[in-house]
């Protein structure tokens, strides 16, 4: 299975790749020598002068970390704690990562690449410190310069709160995407929000799920760069007019109602085994003006701050609750600020190129992770056609060329749809530009199928419900060159279901897969380092983090016993590991000699977390059944863990965490069972405890019905970690069997395209034809 995403088919022009030895600058000599002849004297003797280097000593690194701590910080060695510790060896890493990441956007520049620019709503990038230590090889050389001051790094790197802007596997995807981006040394950028509050932090009270904000940025973040001077202007409300030129030419006209600031937080991203450093560029959201002055003066407080509030309200937390039309109509501002920010980022990099209009698609590649950024097929039609005053049709065909859209679920009812009345009022200029494009689409849809009227209400991006709503994943098909699900069976199945009225459109070729995938330096060297190193030991160092294929080589060892009996140390060491977290977040006492069964992803009834606490509540039956005497030999002692948040507003997933949490109460204090089973709920999962969770499964659950999950990760991380798989043949559970083998995997349930006729038979009843 590849463990790098790659990007989507539909980015084909070829892209840079490190091909010769780069000096620690980070560039070649002879792209030293083509800068160098580009730029004035002064500045060659400076960047000479200023050369990036890393750090190669010790009392390098604790120098740097010194300075940092009394400047940076203006604290005193003698008073400088833990967490003043961690944010100087932050930002003195953070400071060798900006110099690469200065090198790499100036490389990029002089040889005109094209760049790929990555959409994503969420990206749930975890803790950055380690990952950067690893991927700039120095983690012992840190290890030993804090040690000298008087510190240990593992203390130090817990001190990081994790970077909760995501919810789950979509944007844990997209973390992943722009590591492996800077590590296989293409030119891209990853643009989303930069929520204050991300993700809720998960409380359990009484077992329920209680939701309070997640203080993220309650220390600042040392990682990131606020480009305070990149402020730009995004409009919703208003009204649109018609205007004629001096030639008799008419244009529209948008004059926004309301207008915030996008203010622009970048995010190193380094590579691994590279100076190739890119960048996730990060939105926030602020007022055109503080406050209303004036009512301030006149003692009308509230009613002055009421701007400042709105705007802020925007990237204030992922996922405002769309229960309600305020919700829904926030969640779409969101989206569209998030868009019009990036596309003006985009469109102004291409411009200063000074290229013509037709080569934009040949320097400019970006995709849409699911359908949140779907509004910028939109508003880079509104640009070219409004703006910069393109013909409509030369416009839509630069428009398809760039995108490329990466579908995330099979379910209908998944997909993204705003009400009519939303867009009219919010985004008035873009409901007319959608109403074109859906015209013209449906326009030549009749052309080439005239018998076929049902069709074009099908695939009609208005849905003509009451309300009427804009599908969004319909816009992104048309709009897009390139339409990819995230897993050979989830590909397969958008084609045959939900969108197979556009393949008879477009044709099978428009539809393609590129399976997801994980970066191995996060999820194997950092979250597992005592295997990351027994198997480099074996292989001959860490190639493989690049190259999973190599994992292979360890086949030639499983006659080995004293291999064996390491690799088996390193899972008790981990389970070791993972029963201390799960005292210190839950109290409860768990043998790591037992078994440890894991289930840890978003709560969701597709991915039948209630399954799995059904059969726990069996297995507790059955040992209650079973004589006291025969208990110890029927029954292997067992801890089920399951971890997970539900959506605020959905109220059968967090009855279900009510469900294991009352189980877990009943099984866990009942004298009978004692260490035979014991049920676990991890409060607050994410990343960070991930980390600690999947190397110390033995196995673990991936069991959503078949045809229900796009692919999953977490299935990815588990195996990759040496954990067996209880799963269903969904998603990538298809592609993991096949490359580690049946025998290796174990597989239950129904096939994907026997479920239908199932639910059928449930809500009706079998037919019997011959009855």
């Given amino acids: 299975m590849s463990s790098i995403p790659s990007p989507a088919a539909s980015i084909s022009s070829a892209h840079p790749r490190r091909s010769h030895k780069r000096t620690l600058t980070g560039f070649t000599p002879t792209e030293i020598k083509a800068i160098d002849s580009s730029v004035p004297i002064a500045t060659r003797e400076k960047w000479t002068k200023f050369g990036v280097k890393e750090f190669t000593n010790v009392e390098e690194l604790e120098k ?40 790499t956007q100036q490389l990029h520049t002089l040889k005109d690449v094209k760049r790929i620019y990555y959409l994503s709503l969420e990206f749930l990038m975890g803790r950055a410190l380690d990952n950067a230590m690893i991927n700039l090889e120095i983690k012992d050389l840190a290890r030993k310069s804090v040690d000298e001051l008087g510190f240990n790094l593992e203390d130090l790197i817990v001190l990081e709160p994790d970077a909760g802007l995501g919810n789950g596997g979509l944007g844990r995807l997209a973390a992943c995407f722009v590591d492996s981006l800077s590590t296989r040394n293409y030119p891209g950028w990853g643009y989303g929000l930069r929520y204050n509050y ?79 450093v890119n960048n996730l560029r990060l939105w926030s959201s602020e007022p055109t003006t503080e406050f209303d002055f004036q009512k301030f003066n006149e003692g009308d407080y509230s009613n002055s701050v009421i701007q400042q509030q709105r705007a802020e309200s925007i990237t204030a937390v992922l996922y405002p609750n ?41 320097m400019v590649a970006i995709q849409l992770n699911d359908t949140h950024p ?185 006659d080995d016993a004293k291999f064996r009996d390491q690799w088996a140390q390193v899972k008790q ?19 790591p000699h037992n078994l440890f069964d894991v289930q840890v992803k978003r709560i969701h009834e597709y991915k039948r977390q209630q399954l799995n606490i059904f059969g726990v509540i069996w297995r507790y039956l059955q040992i209650k059944a079973t004589p006291a005497a025969e208990r110890a030999k029927k029954w292997l002692p067992k801890v089920s863990i399951i971890g997970g948040k539900a959506a605020p507003g959905y109220y059968a997933a967090k009855k279900i965490i009510k469900l294991v949490n009352s189980v877990s109460e009943v099984v866990n204090n009942d004298p009978e069972i004692g260490d035979l089973l014991k049920v676990v709920f991890i409060p607050d999962y994410n990343v960070s405890k991930a980390e600690i969770i999947c190397p110390a ?75």
């Fill in 697 to 771: 499964s033995d196995v673990s659950e991936h069991i959503s019905t078949a045809g229900t999950e796009a692919s999953g990760t977490s299935n990815m991380k588990f195996v990759l970690n040496g954990g067996l798989i209880i799963g269903t043949v969904d998603g990538a559970n298809v592609e993991i069997t096949r490359e580690i083998g049946e025998d290796q995997i174990f597989l239950f349930g129904n096939l994907a395209e026997d479920v239908d006729e199932l639910r059928h038979e449930h809500s009706v009843g079998k037919i019997d034809i011959f009855g």
């Fill in 198 to 276: 991300g993700i809720f932090a998960q409380k359990i009270i009484d077992g329920y799920q209680v939701e309070t904000p997640d203080y993220w940025l309650r220390y600042g973040n040392p990682w990131e760069i606020p480009r305070k001077e990149i402020r730009i202007p995004v409009d919703f409300y208003g009204s649109v007019t018609t205007e004629t030129d001096a030639n008799g030419k008419t244009k529209k006209v948008w004059s926004g109602g309301e207008r915030v600031l996008a203010v622009a937080y970048d995010f190193p991203i380094p590579g691994y085994d590279t100076t190739n």
């Fill in 64 to 103: 740097v970390l010194i300075n940092h701590v009394e400047t940076t910080l203006a604290r005193s060695m003698y008073n400088c704690d833990d967490l003043a510790a961690y944010q100087s060896l932050s930002v003195s890493i953070k400071d060798k990562l900006t110099l690469h990441w200065n090198k």
């Fill in 573 to 591: 060491d981990n389970k070791a590991r993972l029963a201390k977290l799960i005292k210190t977040l839950t109290n409860i006492d768990v043998n």
């Fill in 322 to 362: 769309d229960n309600f039309y305020q919700g829904k109509e926030l969640r779409l501002k969101q989206q569209y600020f998030w868009v019009a920010a990036s596309l003006h980022d985009i469109v102004r990099r291409f411009i200063k190129s000074k290229k013509a209009w037709s080569e934009f698609p040949d």
């Fill in 374 to 558: 779907t509004m910028a097929i939109v508003e880079l039609q509104r640009i070219l056609v409004d703006v910069e005053g393109l013909e409509w049709d030369v416009a839509w065909n630069i428009v398809t060329k760039t995108f490329g859209y990466t579908n995330h679920t099979v379910m209908q009812e998944a997909l993204e749809k705003w009400p009519l009345d939303l867009f009219a009022n919010l985004l008035p200029r873009h409901l007319e530009i959608i109403y074109d494009i859906n015209l013209f689409f449906l326009q030549s849809v009749a052309k080439k199928f005239p018998e076929e009227r049902d069709l074009l209400t099908r695939v009609s991006i208005v849905e003509e419900s009451s309300p009427k709503n804009i599908r969004m994943a319909h816009l992104a098909i048309v709009g897009s060159h390139k339409v990819n699900g995230v897993a050979e069976l989830h590909s397969e199945l958008i084609k045959t279901t939900i969108f197979k009225d556009f393949v008879k459109i477009y044709g099978a070729e428009k539809f393609t897969n590129v399976t997801n995938g994980i970066t191995p330096r996060r999820w194997l060297k950092q979250a597992n380092p005592e295997l990351s190193e027994l198997i480099a030991t074996k292989l001959g160092g860490y190639d493989y983090l690049k190259h999973l294929n190599k994992l292979k080589g360890l086949e030639k060892f499983i």
